[in-house]
């Protein structure tokens, strides 16, 4: 994929600037997911084997409930550092990765790292969140954030911007994410780049 496709979305994994998507290249969030008591499947790993998920036995959790509001929030600015942190250098297998994000966000993540690391590309600069929690049901959560970045992709070798460049923008952010094995995970990021209002 060139660079000019995988900046468009940040199907949560990578896109020019930071997308804790790149995060950037984002697989596109649907629909709220719903859990269902009972249900399980795969757990992202380095290896992609299949482990059984954590399965939400109660209620649906309400966004006032802020024990878990605020866990899932700092999941989500978790799995945000954990990709700023890799994509410095281009390292997929940082461990960081697997703690904070399931598939297919992390699959993609990864992805997009290991074809920055081919052709000698990393990020440099940094991002400020503002997520929310709009809505916790089961095992699932959905947060949305509009970012600021001002993280671009640069050849390490020589420090220079990966064309085209872009100045500094807020964008919005739409990211699910999961409870698996008591913990919850960024499991899907959408990034529209410029789509939103500085600090909403």
Known sequence: MDETGRRAV???SVRRRLRPSRLLVIVAAGSLLLAACGASSSHASHSSSTAPRHTSTTKASSISDG???????AAY????AAFEQALTTANAADPALAATMIDPQLQSVKANLLADQRQ?????GT???HPKVVAISGSTATVVDCAYSTTELVYQATGKPVPPATPPENDGI??????TRGAWKLAKQ?????SC???S
Request: glycine share 16%; net charge positive; aromatic share 0%.
């Open 120 to 124: 000698g590309i990393v990020g440099r």
């Open 197 to 199: 209002a500085p600090g």
């Open 174 to 179: 739409r990211a699910t994410l999961e409870l």
């Open 10 to 12: 940040s199907e949560g």
């Open 127 to 129: 991002v400020t969140l």
């Open 77 to 80: 600015r978790a799995s945000s």
């Open 190 to 194: 959408m990034v529209t780049e410029g």
């Open 67 to 73: 024990g878990t509001k605020a866990a899932v929030l």
